[in-house]
């Protein structure tokens, strides 16, 4: 529990000296100008309470009561915090996610959902299932006394608890995850880095880890303006989620779906070789292999056990002996397999990935597509490639 100071414009003094002396008084007890006080009650809806002190603690809460119990419209009343028990694994905020006071707008296009002192979900999981957790208001009518004071209950509705849920995410596999993504992490010298481990059979998401992350108990319990920029202003944005909203080239996990691509396409067989010895040259330009000196002849098992680049860039761009796949071609494949889309991944704010195409370059980037291009998307990599969804 926590506690907030609110102030319910219907039931303050009409008479304007009595009202003033009330306000005075409250913007003392909520550590603001009385003008503040004066103009947020000015653009504040009538009937709604307006929280004019958050996150106060308990034991200074129970002082402000008892201040506020002779200040008729102004009341301490407690209210439940989240607590999220994510100590030994702080990238799981990215996936929870934290609740928010709703603000002005979020309540008006809210259809009668909310009140102005409700909290909503501002991200993750939080955000994305909030109606399914918030459950649903009780009512209740109740006669007052002159200081606005509770006398008795005329009528009440019971609210209805919101739903619990259980994630896909397997908390050890998630925690070790994100140990060793840190020791890869301080060994390459980065800040910055993603691990995702989903169930091939189902498409569920065992582990998500985005660093550097932020401790959303933060925001539960009432975050500082000053912890709030320092998070902000951080170079390495660790309220970024990069695991849904970051956008990178591929890599060579692009590589079996080109491999499938020839295959459907006639392009190869399963025995199709080529010699791979160090890479290919065009013209003036050299397109290597990783390994130094080549892998020797090479059939389709073997490129994709060793990751030949050679033989992508052949059966993805081509030769002038060997008639490749072409970018369109292996465009339209990668959309069968799902790239160049979103996952729908019940987190919000993801990205969708990027398929390039000869118009696309020429649109944007004024440029022409080459034939090295296209061997560089064969192989996921670049700096405008196909992002894996």
Do not use: C
Not at 153 to 163: A, K, L, R
């Amino acid at each position: 529990p926590r506690f907030v100071l609110a102030m319910e414009p219907s039931e303050l003094p009409r008479e304007r000296e009595e009202r003033r002396a009330i306000l005075v008084q409250a913007s003392v007890l909520a550590g603001m100008r009385v003008e503040e006080l004066e103009d947020a009650l000015s653009r504040h809806h009538y009937s709604e309470p307006l929280i004019i002190r958050d996150a106060i603690p308990y034991p200074e809460a129970l002082e402000v009561m008892v201040a506020a119990e002779s200040l008729p419209g102004v009341s301490v009343s407690p209210e439940y915090a989240r607590q999220y028990h994510n100590t030994d694994s702080v990238s799981l905020s990215h996936i929870i996610g934290y609740l928010g006071r709703i603000t002005e707008n979020e309540y008006r296009g809210g259809g009668g959902r909310y009140h102005l002192s409700d909290l909503i979900g501002r991200d993750g999981l939080e955000l994305s299932y909030d109606a399914a957790l918030r459950g649903a208001d009780g009512k209740k009518h109740i006669e007052v006394d002159a200081l606005g004071r509770e006398k008795r209950i005329i009528f009440e509705e019971p609210s209805v608890d919101g739903s619990s849920l259980s994630l896909t995410i397997n908390l050890q596999l998630q925690k070790k995850s994100e140990e060793a993504l840190r020791t890869w992490m301080q060994r390459f010298g980065t800040e910055r880095g993603v691990v995702i481990v989903s169930e091939p059979s189902s498409g569920a998401v065992r582990a998500l880890v985005s660093l550097p992350a932020y401790d959303n108990n933060l925001f539960a319990t009432g975050i500082s303006s000053a912890e709030y920029q320092g998070i902000v202003e951080a170079p390495a944005r660790p309220l970024f989620n990069r695991a849904v909203k970051g956008e990178y080239p591929s890599g060579s996990t692009i590589k079996p779906f080109v491999a499938a691509a020839a295959l459907q396409e006639g392009v190869v067989t399963a025995q199709t070789s080529f010699l791979s010895s160090g890479g290919i040259r065009i013209s003036r330009w050299f397109f290597p292999d990783w390994k130094a000196g080549g892998h020797g002849k090479t059939n389709l098992a073997k490129a994709l056990a060793e990751s030949v680049n050679t033989y992508f860039y052949l059966i993805g761009g081509g030769s002038d002996t060997v008639a490749g796949l072409g970018i369109e071609r292996m465009a339209q494949a990668f959309r069968r397999f799902g790239f160049g889309g979103s996952t729908g991944i019940d987190l919000p704010g993801e990205e969708e990935g990027f398929i390039p195409s000869p118009k696309w370059k020429e649109d944007v980037k004024g440029e022409q597509w080459y034939i090295g291009d296209t061997y560089h998307v064969a192989i996921g990599q670049g700096d405008f490639l196909v992002t894996p969804t």
